[in-house]
């Protein structure tokens, strides 16, 4: 008697074989995207949440606007300062004014009248 076994040989072992490999093959394509997706999921979450991530970006972004506002600000101040440095240093006129106003200086033989009260 000849052998009639093997894959194809017995019928319904075969179709058997073959649904296991069907049903292995399709939990391994389940479990590729699974850990595909998750991976994607981790992807995006770092690239949103992470410490070099949008959100982050974003602050930085926000802060540095901020300081180069506060930069621009200390330099007009630096220079409204430098300009009032050289003016009290070069400017006669305006170290007797500032001399006379801020501290209540006089020449010689002149009188400071200080009044109480708003009218005079």
Known sequence: ?????????????????????????????????????????????????????????????????????RVANLKQKDTRLKTSMKDYRDDEFYQEKLAREDLGLAKKNEYIFIFNGTSQ
């Open 1 to 69: 008697m000849g052998y009639s076994g093997g894959i194809t040989g017995n019928r319904a072992g075969g179709n058997a074989i073959w649904r296991q490999i069907r049903a292995e093959k399709k939990k391994s394509g389940y479990v590729f995207w699974t850990v595909v997706l998750l991976s994607l999921l981790y992807l995006a979450g770092a690239l949103v949440f992470g410490d070099m991530g949008y959100l982050k970006l974003r602050t930085l972004r926000t802060r540095t606007q901020a300081l180069e506002a």
